[in-house]
């Protein structure tokens, strides 16, 4: 039997830590936390919607090792809406912690805070990215029909709560004093979408290895991140954002938990 020689164990410890670096998923690499603000091409939402176009007026992303968020401003002819998607890498024993409603969320958009909110019942219906709720409303004091949307998807098997690693949310509000049938509002949350999802997309259907691509690429520094964070919380001196964001939801769980394990 050969043993390992003293001289030779260094070059075997650094041979094996090189190798687990090499292996390690890019995701968890350093830097940490980034925001950045893309251009209107770049990014994940999708929103098709006549008085909005099809183009963002705003889009900030931002990214850390566990978690991709990304907010979407669309604005035209006194129309307004605000969505946002987070998720997490395919690879990480990751999910979200998301206990909102519709009600919740709503009541923290810039747009919407403080103001007197008229609501109706919430209803599930099946689109193209899976069970989203929505639930109509109308701000009185401005007299715009509303609606929120929310959808969770993907829920992780390992994670002994079965919580989702996929969640968009967000609202649309028509221009004042023009009201939404239920067509119309089928019609509005049809147009939403994901690059790489719903919408063919090569450069998004990675969600390991190129997951912080678009913040990667658009990253201006930490005063740029501040500034595109602040857009996303505070708007850019208008009534759009929301305060909480980037929410840092994402959470470990321990795969092994309920199965033998801690």
């Known amino acids: ?56 007026a705003r889009r900030i992303q931002y990214s850390d090792n566990e978690q991709r ?23 990480l024993n990751v999910a979200f912690n998301f206990p909102y409603t519709i009600a919740d969320r709503v009541g923290a958009w810039n ?26 409303y109308r701000l009185t004091a401005r007299n715009q029909h509303c609606f929120g949307v929310s959808g969770e998807w993907d829920r992780d098997p390992k994670d002994w709560r079965q919580r989702h690693t996929r969640i ?6 028509a221009p004042a004093g023009q009201e939404l049938s239920r067509d119309r509002m089928m019609s509005l949350i049809g147009g939403l979408g994901l690059k790489g999802v719903t919408d063919r997309s090569d450069d998004y259907a990675d969600t390991v290895y190129n997951f912080h691509r678009d913040v990667a690429a658009n990253f201006s520094g930490p005063q740029g991140s501040l500034k595109a964070t602040g857009i996303a919380r505070n708007g850019a001196g208008d009534s759009a954002g929301v305060a909480d964001y980037p929410f840092h939801l994402a959470e470990y769980y321990n795969p092994y938990y309920g199965r033998g394990g801690n």
């Open 1 to 56: 039997m050969r043993f390992i020689g003293r001289e030779v164990l260094p070059l075997v410890v650094v041979a094996v830590a090189v190798t687990l670096v090499a292996c390690a998923d890019v995701s968890s690499r350093p830097p940490v936390e980034r925001t950045a603000e893309l251009p209107p091409d770049k990014g994940l939402i999708l929103f098709k919607a006549d008085h909005v176009g099809d183009r963002p």
């Open 111 to 136: 747009y919407s805070k403080d103001q007197p909110i008229q609501w109706e019942q919430a209803t599930r219906i099946d689109t193209k990215l899976g069970d989203v709720f929505y639930r109509p």
């Open 168 to 173: 968009m949310f967000g609202y649309y509000c």
């Open 69 to 91: 968020v990304e907010y979407a401003l669309y604005r035209g002819g006194g129309a307004q809406a605000e969505f946002v998607y987070m998720e997490r890498p395919y690879n």
